[in-house]
């Protein structure tokens, strides 16, 4: 069973950084692209970033280009999330997921979401 743990979240001022955590079991980071995810209160996660198992072109919602970077600890099975210069919009529950295909993280089609790290900016 495919399973993540997000972590890393926390409240920070308009301008900082975080870096948010996937640890995941059940598979390995290289067999899955990952995805990164934004909940606000009382809607669906919606994807920020979606990697790519193919031709390398990472999806970013364009909110957040330029800011946040995806990578992958191997050795740790774990996947990041580097957010930088983060801002007031970007509070919300964050959540990781696995998926085959791009196009699937792009719509959220993941019906396993976890408790997920809450990202507070204040301005």
């Known amino acids: 069973q495919l399973h993540v743990v997000e972590s890393g979240g926390g409240l920070v001022h308009s301008g900082g950084s975080l870096r948010l955590s996937c640890a995941v079991s059940g598979f390995t980071v290289d067999e899955y692209l990952i995805g990164w995810f934004r909940q606000a209160p009382g809607k669906q996660p919606a994807a920020v970033l979606c990697?790519?198992?193919?031709?390398?072109?990472?999806w970013y919602l364009d909110s957040v280009k330029g800011r946040f970077t995806a990578s992958k600890n191997y050795a740790e099975n774990t996947a990041y999330l580097r957010m930088d210069n983060l801002k007031p919009e970007d509070t919300g529950v964050y959540h990781c997921a696995p998926f085959p295909e791009q196009f699937m993280c792009e719509t959220a089609a993941w019906d396993d979401w976890g408790q997920g790290t809450q990202v507070t900016v204040s301005s």
């Open positions: 990697e790519s198992k193919s031709d390398g072109r990472t």
